[in-house]
């Protein structure tokens, strides 16, 4: 048996009783006759005395080495510990070689490049563990709101034969002397699943070619997508609305030890999010003194420049046709205008979505007009002659939610193994 307790569960309701432990070595501290170990596991951190014939065991270790304790447990005097262990059999099970390329206690600061080459043993420091924490509850959170709303989780294929938007920045893979891409969305298959399924979602890797070097993109991402049939943009986004709650919610509940470790901010439980429309976005910028016409995209300061005025979630709804992929469906009050919309964390985009085409005939025109082959989509389109209905959905980039509820600056901090366009390992 490695170990018959965790440190979270040493409390004063055992002292006298015989534990084992399992861990790694945090801190070793030699007084002579007296050795204390600093142990810490997944859940915290134990420490533990030890003397006798074990003192050399304990004093020749090499800290962050793998050891199992067994001992009784006792009253500690350490203003850390409310109990300790007195040592009966000390361990090492194997020992970590120094120097260690990185100090995962976190004491000594490293470049994020430098944990990221040893992300293993990065996670050790409680601060990363709890980032991981927290995107698991989220993941968690999120898969059981879609559930609860009788949405049905599929998983589409990874390797496709043609562009799912239509655009550059996809990865080529040669597939049995194919040429084949690595999926940057699931959008057609969910689209078309939505035939039949009613309402699905999928949390998954996709891969987009970028040569991006910011904080906020990577080369593989997570994201989350819904698609549900017989629902409006309106209704999708309110959905939208739903899981940001649930997880603001949730996440303080469920994991207040992490957050409060983070120093995350305070989210307080939102209802209906702020939308703007994208003409609205246009008045505001114009007042600030900006040029911008009707059909511009919203570039990276001008985003910036809007998430001072609005800091918290928010909408921008109602984009220009041109600006959205070809398959969002046109206003019928404003055909220049698309059912789409993006929601923000200031200026940062976190998902984009919209109510879409469902007639065979427009959408291939939509492709059409988007400088796209429909041949070339001939295997999607089809199933737009089988009853088609009416449907709306949105992807969610998930590591950038992350990004917001752990307060990180950094896209990185928040994947356990990132790709971007300069890493590839480990």
């Not at 209704?235 to 120093?263: F, H, Y």
């Not at 909408?315 to 404003?334: A, G, R, T």
């Not at 199933?383 to 209905?389: K, L």
């Not at 998930?398 to 600056?409: C, P, Y």
Request: contains cysteine; negative net charge.
């Amino acid at each position: 048996m490695y170990r018959s307790h965790y440190a979270n569960q040493l409390d004063e309701s055992l002292v006298g009783q015989k534990v084992r432990i399992s861990g790694w070595i945090e801190d070793i501290r030699d007084i002579g006759r007296l050795v204390f170990l600093v142990i810490r596991d997944v859940t915290g951190s134990v420490q533990v005395v030890v003397t006798g014939e074990k003192l050399e065991t304990a004093k020749n270790a090499s800290r962050q080495s793998a050891i199992i304790i067994s001992g009784f447990v006792r009253r500690s005097k350490a203003k850390d510990f409310s109990v300790e262990i007195k040592a009966s059999e000390v361990s090492i099970i194997n020992s970590a070689v120094q120097p260690l390329p990185i100090d995962p206690t976190g004491r000594v600061e490293s470049s994020i490049d430098k944990r990221l080459d040893s992300r293993a043993l990065d996670l050790r420091n409680p601060k990363v563990a709890a980032l991981f924490h927290v995107r698991s509850a989220a993941l968690n959170i999120i898969r059981d709101t879609l559930l609860k709303n009788n949405y049905i989780e599929i998983n589409t294929p990874k390797i496709i034969g043609t562009a799912s938007e239509g655009g550059a920045n996809l990865f080529n893979v040669e597939y049995f002397k194919k040429t084949a891409y690595l999926a940057q969305s699931p959008q057609l298959y969910k689209e078309q699943l939505v035939l039949a399924l009613d309402k699905v979602f999928e949390i998954g890797s996709y891969f987009r070619a970028e040569k991006s070097h910011t904080v906020r993109h990577l080369s593989e991402f997570t994201s989350v997508d819904v698609e549900a049939a017989f629902v409006d943009y309106e209704d999708i986004m309110v959905l939208a609305e739903r899981i940001v709650t649930d997880v603001i919610v949730q996440l303080s509940e469920k994991c207040k030890i992490e957050t409060n470790l983070l120093d995350c901010q305070a989210f307080t439980p939102i209802g209906k999010i702020e939308r703007l429309t994208y003409e609205e976005c246009l008045d505001e910028l114009r007042k600030e003194g900006e040029k911008i016409e009707f059909g511009d995209d919203l570039s990276d300061p001008l985003l910036r420049k809007l998430g001072e005025f609005h800091r918290g979630f928010y909408f921008i709804i109602d984009w220009p046709v041109k600006l959205k992929p070809f398959y969002l469906e046109s206003k019928e009050s404003n055909s220049r205008l698309s059912k789409s919309f993006d929601l923000q964390y200031g200026y940062l985009e976190l998902a984009s979505g919209g109510a879409r085409q469902y007639d065979y005939g427009k959408l291939c025109s939509s492709l059409t007009e988007h400088d796209l082959n429909p041949t070339n989509f001939s295997e999607h389109l089809k199933a737009f002659e089988w009853g088609m209905p009416p449907h709306s959905g949105w992807g969610l980039g998930f590591d950038r939610l992350m990004m917001v509820m752990t307060n990180s600056r950094n896209v990185r901090e928040v994947v356990i193994y990132p790709r971007d366009t300069e890493r590839l390992t480990p």
